[in-house]
Structures are given as C-alpha cells and as structure tokens.
T-cell receptor, first 114, second 114 residues
Framework: DSGVTQTPKHLITATGQRVTLRCSPR?????VYWYQQSLDQGLQFLIQ???????AKGNILERFSAQQFPDLHSELNLSSLELGDSALYFC?????????????FGEGSWLTVV | AQSVTQLGSHVSVSEGALVLLRCNYS??????LFWYVQYPNQGLQLLLK??????LVKGINGFEAEFKKSETSFHLTKPSAHMSDAAEYFC????????????FGTGTRLKVLA
C-alpha cells in the first residue's frame, strides 16, 4: 500500500460526458502528479501540483483540468469525453520539496468511454 | 530536456536466468534515476533509485542497477529470475530543470518462462 488513494477504481461513461477522478496523497506529501497510461501512448505525464499551485504541465488536453485543494487532495476533471480517453489514470505524490524525491503511485482509476 | 529510452518493449527469460532490462538516459546535469515495477492491475511500485550516492544501487526483490555515466545507462539486473518477476518495468528520470517532473520510459514487459 503506497498510501496514495484514488477513487473511483473503475468508471464507465459515454462519449461527451464529464467525469471527476479523485486523489488523496500520502500523509505529509505536498506534491501531486497525474499520469495517463494507455496501450498506445504509454505513461504520459499530465500535470503536477504543489501545495495547491500548478507546478508543471505535460501533455494535458484542454478538455482536461485539475486542481489541488487546501487539504491537499486533488481532482482531475475530464470533459467532452472521447473514446480515445479510455485509459488508466494514475495519481502519484511526493514531498515535492527537493529534486529526486521518490514519487508514490496510487492504484489508478480505470476509465472506459463507450 | 531530460529523457529515458528503454530498449526492448518485451523481454523473455527462463526461470533462474539472468534478467537484464536496459535503460539509457539523456541529461545535461547529473540525473536522478528510478526503476518502477507494475504488476497486473496495480499501480507502479518503486524498485530502486539512483541519487549519486553510489553507482551500484540495490533495490527490492533482488534487483539492482548500475549507473554508468560514460554509457549514459542505468540498466536493471537480477541474477536469477522468478515467475513472480513477470511484470512491466519502467525507467524514469527526475527533471532537475525546475519543473520537478518525472519522465518515464515506454516500459519493458518481462515474461518469465517455466
């Protein structure tokens, strides 16, 4: 158990819909990362937050947004969903205060768009 | 920009044989390097990490990796493969340019043959 909690574990939704994925980081970790894992694109970095502020942005679509709340949990919002958005979405956390910190992954949220 | 390249998307070894998974990195500054393992339907779990303290890094489950600056490599090895080692392995580098991103390779799926 990494200490990173993601909900829901599985989600099936229709094209055009909007979903929210939730992540609780490990106790004490200030930094949250979101990754998308799909068969054809591998593990893609989406976005990172540190103590409520966006710190780094990767290959995140404009239809996707995220935020980190004062209690440090984070949400990834996916809207106008397309079939190609079907993937495993990971949240990870770290203390985020120095380079080279280990990041710890949650078990992921499986999103299926039908 | 920093990056990692994993050679071989699929590797098969016999039980008891040497495991060698290859990772080459690109970085203009001393990197922080990681190996993660992903078992089916699970999140990524840290195997080991290099932070410049020692070039030979020992990790969990009998794995180790050697940092070779001259070859820009960080290959993962295990002397004797077990059936339980079958999983996907990811090499990653910590971006030290200020963004705190972690860049992952495309992964190598290890199959262990009885």
């Amino acid at each position: 158990d990494s200490g990173v909690t993601q909900t829901p574990k599985h989600l099936i939704t229709a094209t055009g819909q909007r979903v929210t994925l939730r992540c609780s980081p490990r106790s004490g970790d200030l930094s949250v990362y979101w990754y998308q894992q799909s068969l054809d694109q591998g593990l893609q970095f989406l976005i990172q937050y540190y103590n409520g502020e966006e710190r780094a942005k990767g290959n995140i679509l404009e239809r996707f947004s995220a935020q980190q709340f004062p209690d440090l949990h984070s949400e990834l919002n996916l809207s106008s969903l397309e079939l190609g958005d079907s993937a495993l979405y990971f949240c990870a956390s770290s203390s985020g205060q120095t380079f080279g910190n280990t990041i710890y992954f949650g078990e992921g949220s499986w999103l299926t768009v039908v | 920009a920093q990056s990692v390249t994993q050679l071989g998307s699929h590797v098969s070894v016999s039980e008891g044989a040497l495991v060698l998974l290859r990772c080459n990195y690109s970085s203009s500054v001393p990197p922080y390097l990681f190996w993660y393992v992903q078992y089916p339907n699970q999140g990524l779990q840290l195997l080991l990490k290099y932070t410049s303290a020692a070039t030979l890094v020992k990790g969990i489950n009998g794995f180790e990796a050697e940092f070779k600056k001259s070859e820009t490599s960080f290959h993962l090895t295990k002397p004797s493969a077990h059936m339980s080692d079958a999983a996907e392995y990811f090499c990653a580098v910590s971006d030290t340019s200020g963004t705190y991103k972690y860049i992952f390779g495309t992964g190598t799926r290890l199959k262990v043959l009885a």
